[in-house]
């Protein structure tokens, strides 16, 4: 039985490695079968003989084939060829024989296609064996006649093992057939079973992870208020009112971040954040935290629905900057503020700031408040164009290689 064991191969495929067991086990099976025939027929019919010499001598090339290339489709398709070549000479070229069996080998013939090489080689050997049945039967069976009406002993024991012989083939090949189909089957169950408890594992760990990553967040904006509370506390103890402004810029600033985290554990997706409502509320937030007398409009419009949180950082910064020098520098009673993100080319997108208020004394806006723009807009990746007049002031700002 180890002789029927197919040699090792590289194949990972588990229907690859079925097809080169097969063509490895009809190969060896053929080959002593029609040695055994091919012995019996040299001492009764020389020409049968040489037809089933010729089949043990390309079943032993197949053989040695795959010893040494580790290659079932070439084999598959060189006995394939071979095959039915073998079964048009025995049909249309070999006379006073009675061609009963060479059916049963056309049928064999076309399962291994199908089995071995796929249903284009299966569809294109059923029409050959067709065609050759066809000529024969239509040509050629006048001219074996004689030999049916009062065959030879010899020839019934050589017809009853041809027969046995291809009877078992074509049972081997379907019970291969089988096992392998229930064998994938068994291995596709079992697939199934381990994806589906690795993907409920993985939705555990998953939901595990979200809860975790939110109640991280959650702490992080807590801390931040805790230390914007402080900064509060300090500031009231502050005379001077530069160092208050000063104080106040900064727990702006905090409490952008602290926006952030906020939005985040609120957020179904951690990684993104809706940039509407976040910018909504930022400008709404820092309106509040002046206490100012003043009626501002805030008009937020934008075409990216996600920002990435490697991205919102700086861009929350640099509106929350742009944002507190306008409602302390250019409005006296009231104004608007609009805000947008457009889209632009893969890679690109364009935030535009505008106010319509009057800078009056430009000179107050803090050396550092510029340069904190300028810094986040490099850090952005950006170039910006700002435009100012009696109509207000505008910052146009282009953006790139961002995670939205």
């Known amino acids: 039985m180890k002789l ?40 009764n019919q020389k020409t049968v003989f040489l037809q089933y010499f010729a089949g043990c001598f390309i079943t032993l090339t197949g053989i040695i084939y795959l010893v040494v290339t580790k290659r079932f489709i070439v084999v598959s398709y060189f006995m394939l060829a071979f095959s039915l070549l073998l079964q048009a000479v025995s049909f249309l070229l070999v006379k006073n024989v009675p061609h009963i069996i060479e059916p049963l080998w056309l049928i064999i013939i076309t399962i291994f296609a199908y089995f071995n090489l796929g249903r284009k080689a299966g569809n294109f050997t059923l029409v ?21 009406s009062d065959p030879a002993k010899f020839s019934n024991v050589g017809i009853i093992l041809e027969f046995s012989l291809c009877m078992f083939i074509i049972g081997y090949i379907i019970s291969q057939f089988i096992k392998t189909t229930t064998n994938a089957e068994h291995r596709s169950r079992v697939a199934n079973k381990e994806l589906n408890e690795q993907y409920q594992l993985i939705q555990l760990q998953n939901e595990e992870k979200t809860v975790l990553i939110k109640e991280i967040h959650h702490r992080v904006k807590n801390n931040l208020q805790v230390i914007i509370s402080l900064l509060r506390l300090q500031s009231s103890e502050i005379e001077s009112e530069d160092t208050k402004i000063q104080f106040n810029d900064a727990i702006n600033r905090i409490m952008a971040m602290s926006l952030i985290h906020q939005k985040i ?23 509040q935290s002046l206490y100012l007398t003043k009626s501002v409009k805030i008009f937020v419009n934008s075409e990216l629905e996600r920002v990435g949180l490697k991205t919102i950082v700086p861009l929350a910064l640099l509106v929350s900057e742009l944002v507190s020098n306008t409602l302390k520098h250019a409005f006296e009673k009231e104004g608007e ?34 340069q904190l723009i300028d810094m986040l807009i490099e850090q952005l990746e950006g170039t910006y164009i700002k435009t100012s007049d009696e109509t207000g002031t505008t910052y146009r700002i282009s953006i790139v290689n961002l995670d939205v």
């Open 128 to 148: 050959i064996s067709i065609a050759l049945i066809s000529i024969y039967y239509l040509f050629f069976l006048d001219v074996n006649e004689l030999i049916l």
């Open 4 to 43: 029927l064991d197919p040699p090792k191969n590289d194949y990972t495929d588990y229907y690859d490695i079925a097809r080169f067991g097969l063509a490895w086990k009809i190969n060896v099976v053929l080959m002593g079968v029609l040695f055994l025939i091919s012995l019996f027929f040299y001492f």
């Open 265 to 287: 554990y609120q957020e179904k997706y951690l990684s993104q954040i809706e940039t509407s409502d976040y910018f909504k509320t930022l400008i709404n937030d820092l309106y």
């Open 337 to 370: 503020i609009h805000l947008s993100f457009s889209a632009e080319n893969s890679g690109y997108f364009t935030l535009e700031y505008r106010d319509d208020g009057k800078w009056k004394n430009p000179g107050e806006v803090s050396s550092f408040g510029l």
